[in-house]
């Protein structure tokens, strides 16, 4: 295998794939559920809200109209922005699968559903932005948070990539249907936020339990693909 050659493509999901942002994201909805009356105490109640995009949780959790999601999102992110955001850290092993992958030549993008800007900010504070190739992300007002436009943008700025030579890796089944309606196979971990039935009834080409399971599964597609 001639690691100089490779020409794999990986689209990682951010939040509960590279990172840990439960107590950023649950502090930053706590924050804005308080301006309409709600009190949480409990935080896990809250993991739903990472990973999708913040209107569709508003809405199926709590009802909320549109309006009021929107609402919801700009208080979200008043804590989030300089606070939250920062209320986080990779998972264990992470940078290290990164810097391999980057070594080995694999190309390496960001797909998340988390606004751009943010996910830019981060990758920087946690010193993991050389890894990758290029960041897709949402737009501010979540027009393109839906996760199959994200990843049909990197695929936009990945010429070269396709179902050949290209893995979605993210927690969520929204990461594997993403992967799916743009023909590409994905990698579902289930040590972040998505539930694993959910995750399972969609049928992910791997499954990974563990960031050490994470990088055989991925070992496995690029010399497959060698």
Known sequence: M??????????????????????????????????????????????PFIGPPLSDSYAKYYGFTAEQSEKGIMLFREYFRDKGIFENM??????????????????????????????ERILAHFDMAKYFHAVCGATMDEKTSRKPIIIRNALDICPEASGENTIVVGDHALDVLGA???????????????????????????????????????????????
């Open 90 to 119: 990779p998972y264990q092993g992470i940078p290290e699968l990164l810097a391999e992958l980057h070594q080995l030549g694999c190309k390496l993008v960001v797909t998340s559903s988390k606004p751009q800007l943010f996910v």
């Open 2 to 47: 001639n690691h100089e050659k490779t020409k794999n493509f990986v689209f990682f999901d951010l939040d509960g794939t590279l990172t840990d942002p439960a107590e950023g994201i649950t502090n930053s909805v706590m924050y804005a559920l308080r301006h309409f009356g709600i009190n949480v105490t409990d935080r896990k109640e809250l993991y």
């Open 180 to 226: 799916h309606e743009n023909g590409l196979p994905a990698c579902a971990v289930l040590y972040g936020y998505g539930a694993d039935e959910a995750i399972v009834a969609v049928k992910p080409e791997y499954m990974a339990r563990t960031v050490k399971d994470l990088r055989s599964c991925l070992f496995q597609f690029i010399i497959h693909n060698s």
